[in-house]
């Protein structure tokens, strides 16, 4: 079956731009996730989604970050005025819901440059 | 403050080998664990994944051992195979899944032909 997919997979921003990262998770899956890959680095946490609901945003550096999920699949997070610290590949995650099996699954990343 | 660390960023085992990846904890709270596997410009791919409630869990050629007392939890690989080379993150999770994984910075796992 169909995987998580994201778009685009690159995207460069001049400072001060606004951008949009759009994630499909996996078909029926109830929890989303959105992590921040910098270089060298793992994944770190940014937010998480139940359904339509944002359960959790602890993870969200600035209030330059947000993310929607509205109609509980589709979820897009957005960076206003980005940051040459913004610069990172940025992963969402689904999993099959907060309870049984742990596992998350990973789409391939957006990778945002900031000039 | 990390909580997961990885403290190989790299390691080199010859095809046919036992590899054995190393990931120390800090936070008691974790109840679950996983090891994803990343190729270059791809997303972590899932292998395996262990309860704190065992000690040992086994997937084919994948076994990852928890050691609570110590905080510590490993991947072994038997045999490595080429496929195997990619970077290999540990990550941990707690409370009712509706959390986000926190991950170590990751071992860069080479396995020589």
């Known amino acids: 079956g169909a995987g998580v997919s994201q778009s685009p997979r690159y995207k460069v921003a001049k400072r001060g731009q606004d951008v949009a990262l759009r994630c499909d998770p996996i078909?029926?899956?109830?929890?989303l996730f959105w992590y921040q890959q910098a270089l060298g680095q793992g994944p770190e946490f940014l937010t998480y989604?139940?359904?339509?609901?944002?359960?959790?945003k602890s993870g969200l550096p600035s209030d330059r970050f947000f993310a929607e999920r509205p109609e509980g699949s589709v979820s897009t997070l957005k960076i206003q005025r980005t940051q040459q610290e913004d610069s990172a590949v940025y992963l969402c995650?689904?999993?099959?819901?907060?309870?049984?099996?742990?596992?998350?699954?990973f789409g391939p990343g957006t990778r945002l440059t900031v000039t | 403050d990390q909580q997961v660390k990885q403290n190989s960023p790299s390691l080199s085992v010859q095809e046919g080998r036992i590899s054995i990846l190393n990931c120390d904890y800090t936070?008691?709270?974790?109840?679950?664990f996983l090891w994803y596997k990343k190729y270059p410009a791809e997303g972590p791919t899932f292998l395996i994944s262990?309860?704190?409630?065992?000690d040992k869990n086994e997937d084919g050629r994948f076994t990852v051992f928890l050691n609570k007392s110590a905080k510590h939890l490993s991947l072994h690989i038997v045999p490595s195979q080429p496929g195997d080379s990619a970077v290999y993150f540990c990550a941990s999770g707690q409370g009712g899944g509706a959390d986000g994984l926190t991950f170590g910075k990751g071992t860069h796992l080479i396995i020589q032909p």
């Open positions: 989604f139940q359904n339509e609901a944002q359960l959790d």
């Open positions: 995650a689904s999993r099959t819901g907060p309870y049984g099996s742990y596992e998350q699954y």
């Open positions: 262990i309860s704190s409630i065992k």
């Open positions: 936070n008691s709270m974790f109840d679950y």
């Open positions: 078909s029926g899956h109830v929890s």
